[in-house]
């Protein structure tokens, strides 16, 4: 069974930092562009942050630029996200997404879907 399995989401005072994995299980992610998206309540979900499978170019919104980092490790079959300077419109539910094709990852469109993580930035 293909599943993504997101990890290390809680609270967090403004300026902190927390670090996000997402693990797959039932296949590889060595062929799979990731892609990191986020949900906040009343708004509509948000791809910031992906990585491709080939060379390991990331795509970054505006929003994180600067602030959070993309990794993977497929030896590891995880991808992790660095989060700094958190701020509190940081606050939602943080999803991983995984898709052979990029291009579908890029348009929120991935195959594998994790059921999310929430984040919460609140002093």
């Known amino acids: 069974q293909f599943q993504l399995v997101e990890s290390g989401g809680g609270l967090v005072q403004p300026g902190g930092s927390l670090r996000l994995s997402c693990e797959a299980s039932?296949?590889?992610?060595?062929?799979?562009?990731i892609g990191w998206f986020r949900q906040a309540p009343g708004k509509e979900r948000e791809g910031f942050l992906s990585?491709?499978?080939?060379?390991?170019?990331?795509y970054y919104a505006d929003s994180v630029k600067g602030r959070f980092t993309i990794s993977r490790d497929n030896n590891a079959n995880m991808v992790y996200l660095q989060m700094n300077s958190l701020k509190p419109e940081d606050t939602a539910v943080y999803s991983c997404?995984?898709?052979?094709?990029?291009?579908?990852?890029?348009?929120?469109?991935?195959?594998?879907w994790g059921r999310g993580t929430q984040v919460t930035v609140s002093s």
């Open positions: 997404a995984a898709d052979r094709r990029l291009p579908l990852l890029l348009s929120g469109r991935p195959t594998f």
């Open positions: 039932g296949f590889t992610l060595d062929y799979y562009a």
């Open positions: 990585i491709s499978s080939t060379d390991g170019t990331t």
